[in-house]
T-cell receptor, first 114, second 113 residues
Framework: GNSVTQMEGPVTLSEEAFLTINCTYTATGYPSLFWYVQYPGEGLQLLLKATKADDKGSNKGFEATYRKETTSFHLEKGSVQVSDSAVYFC?????????????FGAGTRLTVKP | SQTIHQWPATLVQPVGSPLSLECTVEGTSNPNLYWYRQAAGRGLQLLFYSVGIGQISSEVPQNLSASRPQDRQFILSSKKLLLSDSGFYLCARSTGQVADTQYFGPGTRLTVL
């Protein structure tokens, strides 16, 4: 079946450090891949997405590249800020899923210290 | 713009009491709608989804139920809450197109005591 595995947290970084959160997936079809961010007490917000192999999603300085050969979609940011502290979820949606269901990773909590 | 409203924002209920959480969507017709639960410190669990009025699919058997009385309204209910029902409940929508993005509402924090 379809599933997403992401790096366990929590991750604690200093401001301006480089961020990588690993995400790998298993899918039977041709998934679209997503990163969502959840700030404390709020719902999930779409951060970026990629719909086919070699696509790069980017937003707010975050990037992730859809790597079919390694079945990965790692999230990166060159210089994190305190305001990036949140929980990050990797997710996939497979074209072969009838209900447009999404599979989410367990989430990775990021804390950025000044 | 397409907006998702969830009501109430927070709720504290005793064990055994009933529950009704409401989700309404603006700015789109015939959306797919979803209920997720997020337990403390954990990922998202899909509870129900709906592709149209009166059409509900359940992903996890439990004491919760869902209904879609109108195109843009999705309700999560329970007749008798359990302690394990505590969590953060998120409503989401998509257009229903294959592999489309899901967009989430602000969530309802439910505490069962």
């Amino acid at each position: 079946g379809n599933s997403v595995t992401q790096m366990e947290g929590p991750v604690t970084l200093s401001e301006e450090a480089f961020l990588t959160i690993n995400c790998t997936y298993t899918a039977t079809g041709y998934p679209s891949l997503f990163w969502y961010v959840q700030y404390p007490g709020e719902g999930l917000q779409l951060l970026l997405k990629a719909t086919k192999a070699d696509d790069k999603g980017s937003n707010k300085g975050f990037e992730a590249t859809y790597r079919k050969e390694t079945t990965s979609f790692h999230l990166e940011k060159g210089s994190v800020q305190v305001s990036d502290s949140a929980v990050y979820f990797c997710a996939l949606s497979d074209r072969q899923m009838d209900n447009n269901d999404m599979r989410f990773g367990a989430g990775t909590r990021l804390t950025v210290k000044p | 713009s397409q907006t998702i409203h969830q009501w109430p924002a927070t709720l504290v209920q005793p064990v055994g009491s009933p529950l009704s959480l409401e989700c309404t969507v603006e700015g789109t017709s015939n959306p797919n709608l979803y209920w997720y639960r997020q337990a403390a410190g954990r990922g998202l669990q899909l509870l129900f989804y709906s592709v149209g009025i009166g059409q509900i699919s359940s992903e996890v058997p439990q004491n919760l139920s869902a209904s879609r009385p109108q195109d843009r309204q999705f309700i999560l209910s329970s007749k008798k809450l359990l302690l394990s029902d505590s969590g953060f409940y998120l409503c989401a929508r998509s257009t229903g197109q294959v592999a489309d993005t899901q967009y989430f509402g602000p969530g309802t924090r439910l505490t069962v005591l």
